[in-house]
C-alpha cells in the first residue's frame, strides 16, 4: 500500500485557518477538523492531524506526525529534532521584551536582577546569556501580558503584533528577542516515499505564494515605447507583445511583482503605456 504523508496543523488559533486554506490552495482537500482530530486527504496522499501547536514539534520528534505548520518562536522554545523546510509567510509577529510604561528603561541592563514572565523559557534564556544579563524567569501558559499589573513579575516576553495587547494592559516593547512567522517543519527521517511527497508539496506551496506575491499585467502601448516598457517590466522572460488592430500599438503581457508594482505603473504612463489591466495570478510555476 502506498504511504501517506502526516501533517500536523493547529486544531484551533491563530494559525489554524492559514494553514488549513494554504493546504487546501496546494489542492489537497479534506474535511475541517472541528470535531474530528484526523482527516483523510480526498486527492493527495496525505492525513491531517489537527492538533495544540506547542505539541506539534514533539509528534514530529516521535514520528507520530511526518510534517507540521507551526510558529517559528515554537520551532525554536521547543528544540525537538525536525527540520525547517519552508518560510510560508503568514502569521508574522515578534517576541519582545516589554516593561511597564513608567520604568526609564535605557538598555537591556535593566532587566538584571528583575524577574521575567514569559511562555517562551528557553528563548528568553538565551537572550539573557547573550546580553549578560542576570534575571529570573517566570513561566506562564497564557495571559503573559498581565503579569506586570498583578506584581507577578518586572517585566514579559510575549508575541506582539500590533502592540495593542501590551498598550491595554500598560506596558511598552523595549526590545525584540526574535521575529516569527509560521514554518513548515518536517521530521528529519522520512522515508523515500514520504520525502516525495514533501517535495511535491513545497512545489504546491511555493507556486501558491509565488503566485500570491506577483500579478498579472496586461496594457496597451505605443510600439516605439515597446523596448523601453520591456526594460521597466522584464516578466519571467520577457513580455509577450502582440500587435493591436489599431497601427502603430501593441498589447504587452508581463508578470510584476507585488512590492516593485506600484513604482513601475507610474514610470509605464509615463512611457504611454493605457488601460492597464492587473490580474491575480493563481499558481505560478516559475
Ligand atoms: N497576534 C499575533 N499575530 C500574528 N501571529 C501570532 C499572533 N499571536 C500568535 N501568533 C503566532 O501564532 C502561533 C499560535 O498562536 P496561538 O495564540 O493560536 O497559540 P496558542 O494559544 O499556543 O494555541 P494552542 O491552543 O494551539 O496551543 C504563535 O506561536 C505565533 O507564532
Ligand atoms: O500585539 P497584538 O496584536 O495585540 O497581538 C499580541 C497578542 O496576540 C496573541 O494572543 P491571542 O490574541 O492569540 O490570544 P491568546 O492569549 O489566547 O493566545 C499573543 O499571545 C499576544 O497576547
Ligand atoms: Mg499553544
Not at 508594482?261 to 495570478?281: D, Y
Amino acid at each position: 500500500m502506498s504511504q501517506k504523508i502526516r501533517i500536523a496543523v493547529q486544531k484551533s488559533g491563530r494559525l489554524q485557518e492559514q494553514s488549513v486554506k494554504l493546504l487546501k490552495e496546494c489542492g489537497i482537500s479534506f474535511g475541517n477538523g472541528s470535531s474530528k482530530l484526523k482527516a483523510e486527504a480526498d486527492n493527495f496522499p496525505a492525513e491531517i492531524l489537527f492538533l495544540r501547536d506547542d505539541d506539534i514539534p514533539e509528534y514530529i520528534e516521535d514520528n507520530v506526525a511526518d510534517i507540521g505548520i507551526i510558529g517559528e518562536n515554537v520551532f525554536l522554545e521547543k528544540q525537538k529534532e525536525s527540520e525547517l523546510v519552508l518560510r510560508l509567510g503568514f502569521a508574522k509577529c515578534r517576541l519582545s521584551i516589554a516593561v511597564p510604561k513608567s520604568e526609564e528603561y535605557q538598555s537591556s541592563n535593566w532587566l538584571n536582577g528583575k524577574k521575567i514572565a514569559t511562555s517562551y523559557p528557553v528563548i528568553v534564556e538565551n537572550y539573557l546569556s547573550k546580553n549578560n544579563i542576570a534575571a529570573e524567569i517566570h513561566e506562564i501558559s497564557g495571559s503573559v501580558e498581565i503579569a506586570p499589573g498583578i506584581g507577578l513579575a518586572d517585566a514579559v516576553c510575549d508575541i506582539v503584533s500590533t502592540g495593542s495587547t501590551l498598550l491595554t494592559n500598560g506596558l511598552k516593547e523595549v526590545d525584540t528577542v526574535m521575529k516569527s512567522e509560521a514554518i513548515l517543519i518536517a521530521s528529519k527521517s522520512l522515508n523515500p516515499e514520504k520525502s516525495a511527497l514533501l517535495n511535491e508539496l513545497v512545489f504546491r506551496v511555493n507556486a501558491v505564494n509565488a503566485a500570491k506575491s506577483n500579478k498579472y499585467l496586461l496594457l496597451n502601448a505605443p510600439n516605439d515605447s515597446i523596448e523601453a516598457i520591456t526594460q521597466v517590466l522584464p516578466g519571467m522572460k520577457s513580455p509577450t507583445v502582440m500587435p493591436l488592430k489599431e497601427k502603430g500599438w501593441s498589447s504587452l503581457h508581463s508578470v510584476v511583482n507585488e512590492n516593485d508594482f506600484w513604482s513601475q505603473i507610474s514610470q509605464l504612463k509615463e512611457l504611454g503605456a493605457q488601460g492597464i489591466l492587473v490580474i491575480p495570478i493563481e499558481k505560478m510555476i516559475v
